[in-house]
């Protein structure tokens, strides 16, 4: 069963299904890309890290460590003790987050490309952003190109394309989500695809060496078949909002498109 939007789906913008979504992705676009460039002397394959996430809430996943205060020393009666005022407790919640990217090789094992889907933990303050920052500011510094593909609506601008450059360019119309690439050869020049909530997710170019043509990767037939073979008509419910706000045009296009579907009901 298909994603009833056109091009992505807000609802699994979820933090609770992205996981799921992102190993999808980055597996089909890997596989996807390796057929092309077998032939060309070219490899993909799938690289990670790890990044321990800090959070206030317990997470349902497995292999959960606990940050625990120490319990207080008695107090010894024979000295006047001054009551401290109540303060108020937090306890922080940390796990593993294991995040995948592709890599693109030449056959020579020279790393060449690498393709970033972000995950909300690149994008909220935390231990996760700034990894993510680091490992961009490093592949900016090399001789590797960057493809950072942006679909979450929420947190920060992460992408290596800066901000104030974005709001420059009339010509990007209105968006949601972002696909930025710099090519080693032409920095500081970045090449983007703005998408809208109603298109397709764009066919982009995946640059190798200079000298020869880029690769090309259908990221809207990627997402397709990630949902396809997900648990994401079981899981979504289109009847509620999506976890992310849409504006009101939107809002209103998304609740048509739904119940024209079937999936919606009500008044």
Do not use: C
């Not at 056109?6 to 190993?23: C, K």
């Not at 606990?66 to 401290?84: D, K, L, N």
């Amino acid at each position: 069963m298909p994603s009833p939007f056109p091009g992505m789906d807000p609802y699994l913008e979820d933090p609770a299904l992205w996981s799921g979504v992102h190993q999808r992705v980055i597996s089909y676009a890997s596989e996807t890309l390796h057929s092309q460039l077998r032939p060309r002397g070219y490899y993909s394959d799938i690289g990670e890290r790890v990044v321990v996430v800090t959070i206030a809430q317990r997470p349902i996943i497995p292999d959960v460590s606990i940050i625990r205060r120490p319990s207080p020393a008695p107090e010894s009666p024979s000295v006047a003790v001054v009551e401290a005022d109540v303060p108020v407790e937090l306890e922080a919640w940390t796990y593993e987050e294991r995040q995948v990217f592709v890599e693109v090789f030449s056959h020579g094992g020279e790393l060449v490309t690498i393709i970033e889907l972000l995950s909300p933990t690149n994008k909220r303050a935390g231990q996760g952003r700034e990894q993510y920052l680091r490992k961009q500011k490093e592949v900016l510094e090399s001789s590797v190109n960057l493809v950072e593909i942006d679909l979450l609506r929420e947190g920060h601008h992460t992408l290596a394309v800066p901000e104030e450059l974005l709001a420059e360019g009339p010509q990007l119309g209105s968006w949601r989500y972002l696909v930025s690439v710099n090519r080693s050869s032409r920095r500081p020049r970045f090449e983007v695809y703005p998408v809208s909530l109603r298109s397709r997710l764009p066919r982009i170019r995946v640059p190798l060496k200079p000298q020869d043509a880029d690769a090309v990767l259908d990221l809207q037939a990627v997402f397709d078949r990630a949902y396809d073979t997900g648990p994401y008509p079981e899981r979504v419910n289109y009847n509620a909002d999506p976890p992310t706000s849409l504006n009101p045009d939107d809002a209103k296009w998304a609740d048509q498109l739904l119940r024209g579907k079937g999936l919606r009901s009500g008044g």
